[in-house]
């Protein structure tokens, strides 16, 4: 036995007619730890959850989920986890109280502690005032929450969470992190979440992997992977998109040129205080801009220097002034 809650070597998921879904991926998590699987659609995040959780066989490779091998002892896994897949299985005729009651009873939760774990659920997850409404006139914030409660009936030891807050509205969003959090905090429990949104896997997650590709491109936390970018980036958008060469020649004076999805952008050599020269030199140059914008490193600048674009959900592009 080892202190990893899940252990991935050489996984591979590789369909007849397609390309290598998932390609020869490894990593660990530790018990207790909130990992984040970053990366667009079509990465392979998906697939890779759906493997560790038994609903789909590796090509190739192996993972440990909760000590157990997740082709061999499927059934052991199965007890030990808990998962909130894109697609929430729910009855729309069925309450909510209702959908927890049924969970437990097929989890072999002993009847006389059904009723007080769904109420535990339903208050943790603030749905006890519609506890009693059918699921049909849920809102898609209401739905993801009560998803959450049903991979937690039965206390998991690892929470698979693919995508949970897609779609859902900023305080939806904002209630889901913070029993994200609480679970790995205070209860232990080994979160595995997938997103596409950047600030998700920033604000929650003690590690990162990033996947592109089907492939992990970087892996380490936040902070150490913003780090490996290191310097703040200046991007520009000539008022004359012609003007392209001249903006990059100016600006090459001033740092190393990265790729931008939008105009021309250098990770500047001497950090803030090169943004006034920039100004400087390209009025000097008469070279009208239409837009100029300064940001510090992000999860979006490591995915953007490891693949050569940017990643969805990583928001429009630079404003003028500085983000973190």
Not at 148 to 160: D, E, N
């Amino acid at each position: 036995m080892t202190d990893y809650a899940i252990e991935v070597e050489g996984l591979v998921r590789e369909y007849k007619k397609g390309p290598r879904a998932v390609d020869g991926i490894s990593l660990t998590v530790e018990a207790g730890e909130i990992y984040g699987f970053l990366g667009p659609n079509g990465a392979g995040k998906s697939t890779t959850v759906h493997m560790l959780t038994t609903l789909l066989p590796p090509s190739s490779g192996t993972a440990r989920v909760a000590g157990h091998d997740v082709v061999r002892e499927g059934p052991a896994v199965r007890r030990q986890i808990g998962a909130a897949l894109q697609e929430a299985a729910l009855d729309g005729m069925l309450t909510g109280r209702e959908h927890l009651r049924l969970q437990a009873a097929l989890q072999a939760i002993p009847r006389g502690e059904r009723k007080a774990r769904a109420e535990e659920l339903l208050e943790r997850v603030g749905l006890i005032e519609a506890a009693d409404r059918r699921i049909r006139g849920y809102s898609g914030g209401m739905k993801r929450r009560l998803d959450l409660a049903l991979a937690l009936v039965h206390r998991p030891r690892v929470l698979f969470l693919d995508e949970p807050t897609t779609g859902l509205d900023v305080q939806s969003r904002s209630a889901l992190w913070e029993e994200v959090h609480r679970l790995a905090k205070d209860e232990g429990v080994t979160v595995f979440l997938t997103t596409q949104y950047l600030e998700e896997a920033d604000v929650l997650a003690d590690r990162v992997g990033i996947i592109d590709h089907g492939t992990i491109v970087a892996e380490g936390t936040p902070a150490a992977l913003k780090a490996e970018v290191g310097r703040p980036t200046v991007e520009v958008i000539p008022a004359d998109r012609g003007e392209d060469g001249r903006a990059a020649e100016l600006l090459s004076a001033f740092g190393e040129r990265i790729p931008s999805p939008k105009g021309v952008a250098v990770r500047l050599s001497a950090g803030e205080t090169d943004l006034a020269g920039v100004v400087r030199a390209f009025d000097a140059a008469g070279l009208k801009i239409e837009n100029l914008g300064l940001h510090q490193p992000s999860l979006d600048d490591v995915f953007l220097a490891k693949t050569g674009r940017s990643l969805e959900g990583s928001g429009d592009g630079l404003e003028m002034g500085t983000s973190q």
